[in-house]
Nanobody
Framework: EVQLQASGGGLVQPGGSLRLSCAVS????????IGWYRQAPGKERDRVSC????????SYKNSVKGRFTISSDKARNTVYLQMSSLKPDDTAVYYC???????????????WGQGTLVTVSS
């Protein structure tokens, strides 16, 4: 059974930083890429970033490029999302999921865990 647990969310002021973690079990990073998504209040879930740990390929949504960094730790089966220069528009529940991740985009398989809430506010 595939399980994903996102953590690390919280309340942060604009311009601040947070690091999210996604602990994964039931699959290996060599076989699946992992992606981050977010869902803001009243909006649809949207892709943020993904990483293909087998070769290090990464992809980012345009609005987070240069501010967010995705990384993975195979030994811990954990994917991280380092978020800096946070803006109120980044406020959302953040989810991680196994995805296909390549130059064409980021596509999920319908497997989701619980998300973690990030609130950017002064």
């Amino acid at each position: 059974e595939v399980q994903l647990q996102a953590s690390g969310g919280g309340l942060v002021q604009p311009g601040g930083s947070l690091r999210l973690s996604c602990a994964v079990s039931g699959l290996t990073f060599d076989d699946y890429a992992i992606g981050w998504y977010r869902q803001a209040p009243g909006k649809e879930r949207d892709r943020v970033s993904c990483i293909r740990s087998s070769d290090g390929f990464t992809s980012y949504k345009n609005s987070v490029k240069g501010r967010f960094t995705i990384s993975s730790d195979k030994a811990r089966n954990t994917v991280y999302l380092q978020m800096s220069s946070l803006k109120p528009d980044d406020t959302a529940v953040y989810y991680c999921a196994p995805v296909s991740c390549d130059t064409k985009g980021q596509y999920d398989y319908g497997i989701w865990g619980q998300g973690t809430l990030v609130t950017v506010s002064s």
